[in-house]
Every structure is written in structure tokens, then in C-alpha cells.
């Protein structure tokens, strides 16, 4: 409890116990099956964090931008996957990127392929983003001559390798059902199973797949016909993954430590210096109270405790009120600490920039 003494604001406390355990589990699950493990790691943002991941026996990453790509660059990660679409105007950094490190991109379209391929001089492996689901970017499994006049476009270029077919099932982050997830993950490795295979029948190459996201990476026992997982936010979930059935409330290994500033005992609420631009604005369901920021918990010898004593039920910039049904616990004074559990972990840690550990010691990240 003595790390929550030295708080005076908002501060992002990492259980690093937790995180190296989610860590441990998820990597000896996906490398038992002898599928490449290439974890996202837009998710802590951190090369001190990212040590973990390279102690453990990972030497390939996941990235979300240019940027994230040369600040991991820079601590020697020469295997990186921007799972972003291309942004052409952003060539300059990618032709050094691609100088100095082995590096990945992804296409849906055949114009950045052709222009990448007249300013590249070293070559790169090229994914074709398939959309699963989320429709949010990718081609459609159904828009057959799409993808191959993209791959024939590929495989045609000069500094553009073709790697194989890439999905993240977003909408599994959308289900609180576990068969559920574990149903969309076994529809998308088939249909993409199935793309392979004609695609390999019109150009006789042996394509790859891969996947990634955190609820079907945590409950599918069986990972089937895939090369390769991209799974980030399993280091550290978050409450939407707990009301979504993926992990337990232990295995939560992130809260944001936050003062009290004002108690209103009359309607089961009290104030805390915490808002949106230390949580964002993302949401869970929690019983009948939607949409909610987070769940509160008080801090205790180890840590934090493992139980729900209210939720976050409004946020604006600098203010986060708590509700609290069932009474306000006594021990929540004005000048107390008590503990949030983020909705979404990866835009918290976005927001917060560093992580102070339960033994005191700060972690940066590329935000700092």
C-alpha cells in the first residue's frame, strides 16, 4: 500500500506480476501449437516493457504506425508489422524504415502498392488486409478479383514480397458471449483457409495467414490453420474484456490510482481527479448502467483488491464521478485513493504516457 501514499494524481499503476503472467500464458499457448508469435505492441507503447517480450523469446512485433515502428527500431527490434494501411505520404520514413529493419505493411488497394514499389530500394513483405467482420478496413472475403489483381500486383512488383492474407476480427470486442468469439475466430480461419487455397491454385504461392485479436487469442483452445497471432491488449486487459467473459478480474494488471475531491453521500457518489484525458472516452456495459468508464476498487497491501465496489459513471475533462450502489465504502475519504480499472487499457495507457509499478518504479513510454 506504501506506492499509493506517494500518489497526488492521476497515476497509471502497472501490476507487473499480472502483466508477465498474461504474458506467459498467452506465449506458451500460441508456441506450444508451433504457430509465430508476433504480439501487438501498440498496447504498452514501452521498450523497457518490451523487454519482456524479448526475454521471453519474441523476436518479430506488431505495431499500429510509422512512428511506434522507428521508436521500437531504435531498441533493435529489425522484425516489425505496421498493422495500419499504408499512408503514402508518409514514404520518406517508410523507404528508411525499410533500410534499416525487416519490414511488413498492408494493402488493400493496388495504387500504394504501385507507388511504394517505384520509391522502395530495399524490398518488404506485403499483407493484403482481409476484413472479417469488423468492416472497418480490408477487402471482403467475397471480393475475389479485388484480391487477386492485388496479389497479382504484388507478386508483379519489384520491392514488394507477398506474404499472405491478414485479419483482425474486431467485432469479437463487441460480444460478451465466449461461444460466440470462439465461433467468429473458427468462421474467419476457415474462410481464410479457403482464400488461400484458390489464391494459391491461380499463382502457385504458398501464402501465409494472420490473425489477432485478444478475446479469441485468450479463449480459442485450438488456433487451427494459422501462421501467425498478433494478439496486444492479453499483456494487460481491461474491464471490457472482463464483462466480455475473456479474462477474470485478477488478471487486470493496469488501474488508474486517482484522489478523491468531493463525497456526496446523498447520492451515492464522490468526485475523483480523474477524467477523460487520463481514461478516454471509451465505454463497457456494467449491469444495467451503460454506458460506464470504468470500475472502482481500493487499494491494499499487495496492490488493489479483486472486487467491484462502483463504477465510473461520467467523465469529463479533468472530473470522473463515481457511483457507488451499493453505499460509499467508510473507508473513501476526501484525500483518499481509490483505484479505476480502465475500460480499454491500450487507450489509458495512450493517454497516461508512463506507468509507475507497485515497487515504485516508473516505466516511460514512446509518449513521454
Not at 530500394?121 to 479485388?146: M, T, Y
Not at 507477398?162 to 467468429?184: C, D, K, V, W
Not at 463525497?263 to 449491469?287: L, Q, R, Y
Request: with cysteine; glycine share 6%.
Amino acid at each position: 500500500m506504501t506506492i499509493f501514499l506517494s500518489v497526488k494524481k492521476p497515476t497509471l499503476i502497472l501490476d507487473e506480476e499480472k502483466a508477465k503472467k498474461n504474458l506467459s500464458t498467452l506465449y506458451s499457448k500460441i508456441t506450444n501449437q508451433k504457430i509465430r508469435f508476433r504480439p501487438h505492441f501498440k498496447t504498452h507503447q514501452s521498450n523497457e516493457i518490451g523487454e519482456w517480450f524479448r526475454q521471453t523469446g519474441i523476436n518479430a512485433i506488431t505495431v499500429s504506425s510509422v512512428e511506434m515502428a522507428q521508436y521500437f527500431s531504435e531498441n533493435n527490434w529489425n522484425d516489425i508489422l505496421i498493422a495500419f494501411p499504408v499512408n503514402i505520404l508518409q514514404i520518406e520514413e517508410i523507404v528508411q524504415l525499410s533500410k534499416k529493419i525487416e519490414l511488413s505493411l498492408l494493402f488493400e488497394d493496388v495504387v500504394p502498392v504501385k507507388f511504394l514499389d517505384l520509391h522502395l530500394s530495399r524490398p518488404v513483405k506485403g499483407w493484403i488486409k482481409i476484413d472479417s467482420g469488423a468492416n472497418r478496413c480490408g477487402l471482403n472475403f467475397h471480393q475475389i478479383e479485388k484480391i487477386l489483381e492485388l496479389a497479382e500486383t504484388m507478386k508483379s512488383s519489384k520491392n514488394i514480397h507477398l506474404q499472405g492474407l491478414l485479419t483482425h476480427a474486431g467485432h469479437t470486442y463487441l460480444s460478451n458471449n465466449p461461444a460466440e468469439i470462439i465461433e467468429i475466430y473458427e468462421r474467419s480461419v476457415k474462410e481464410l483457409n479457403e482464400l488461400r487455397n484458390g489464391l494459391h491454385a491461380k499463382l502457385s504461392d504458398d501464402l501465409e495467414i494472420s490473425v489477432g485479436d485478444t478475446p479469441s487469442a485468450s479463449l480459442v483452445k485450438n488456433f487451427g490453420m494459422v501462421d501467425e497471432l498478433r494478439p496486444g491488449n492479453f499483456l494487460f486487459y481491461d474491464v471490457q474484456q472482463y464483462v466480455a467473459n475473456v479474462c477474470h478480474l485478477e488478471d487486470i494488471a493496469v488501474c488508474v490510482a486517482c484522489p478523491v475531491v468531493a463525497i456526496h453521500p446523498e447520492k451515492k457518489e464522490v468526485v475523483i481527479f480523474g477524467g477523460a484525458i487520463h481514461f478516454s472516452k471509451d465505454t463497457h456495459a456494467w449491469k444495467h448502467n451503460q454506458p460506464t468508464f470504468g470500475l472502482v476498487t481500493l487499494p491494499n497491501a499487495t496492490g488493489w483488491d479483486h472486487q467491484v465496489y462502483g463504477y465510473v459513471k461520467s467523465l469529463s475533462q479533468e472530473h470522473g464521478v463515481l457511483a457507488f450502489p451499493n453505499g460509499i465504502p467508510d473507508s473513501i475519504k476526501i484525500g483518499s485513493i481509490v483505484c479505476v480499472l480502465p475500460a480499454h487499457s491500450c487507450l489509458t495507457v495512450q493517454a497516461m504516457r508512463q506507468y509507475m509499478t507497485l515497487d515504485g518504479e516508473v516505466i516511460t513510454t514512446m509518449l513521454v
